[in-house]
T-cell receptor, first 113, second 115 residues
């Protein structure tokens, strides 16, 4: 079982719609959760992170966390063509020497005008 | 503030050859990471340094990969000898601290093709 799982997509959404991305993780000790965006040929950039159960909103992005279900999601409202990218879910797990960040395989999002 | 610098940006080598990548993290960042990202996959951590000490190298194929961080600043990652399956983008990232949730800042990566 992969530690962090995402649907690879592509997730195709029309411009202006809501894109919903899901991520599940296997380690119940995981403490914080990150969403990165990666444009083709570019390096990942952090969109937002969440620690606590519930929702966290930042502009058009909302992260949702449910630790009991080991599930984290990202909603992109009013999707724009510029949102077309691969979205990586990353999970931070504490271990003896510090923190370890484990990435999922990413979900490719395609926003169609 | 200058970002994470990496070189070269692209490298093509034949299998069994050796290659080295260089990373200069953001000034003052104590923690440095090397990731391998195979096409269509998420980044996989190869090695993590805190200053010039290794914190985690559990996923580094030590029979062929080596890394060092001299004086707790720049770092080099070496592959010797390279295999076809080493074709990937090698990402370097840095962050201010090892504990707590501090963003990892990624460099532009080095795309390695092994033929």
């Amino acid at each position: 079982q992969k530690e962090v799982e995402q649907n690879s997509g592509p997730l195709s959404v029309p411009e202006g719609a809501i894109a919903s991305l899901n991520c599940t993780y296997s380690d119940r000790g995981s403490q914080s959760f990150f969403w990165y965006r990666q444009y083709s040929g570019k390096s990942p950039e952090l969109i937002m992170f969440i620690y606590s159960n519930g929702d966290k909103e930042d502009g058009r992005f909302t992260a949702q966390l449910n630790k009991a279900s080991q599930y984290v999601s990202l909603l992109i409202r009013d999707s724009q063509p510029s949102d077309s990218a691969t979205y990586l879910c990353a999970v931070r797990t504490k271990w003896a020497a510090g923190n370890k960040l484990t990435f999922g395989g990413g979900t490719r999002v395609l926003v169609k005008p | 503030e200058a970002g994470v610098a990496q070189s070269p940006r692209y490298k093509i080598i034949e299998k069994r050859q050796s290659v080295a990548f260089w990373c200069n993290p953001i000034s003052g960042h104590a923690t440095l990471y090397w990731y391998q990202q195979i096409l269509g996959q998420g980044p996989k951590l190869l090695i993590q340094f805190q200053n010039n000490g290794v914190v985690d190298d559990s996923q580094l194929p030590k029979d062929r990969f080596s890394a060092e961080r001299l004086k707790g600043v720049d770092s080099t990652l070496k592959i010797q000898p390279a295999k076809l399956e080493d074709s990937a983008v090698y990402l370097c990232a840095s962050s201010p601290f090892i504990r707590g949730d501090y963003e990892q800042y990624f460099g532009p990566g080095t795309r390695l093709t092994v033929t």
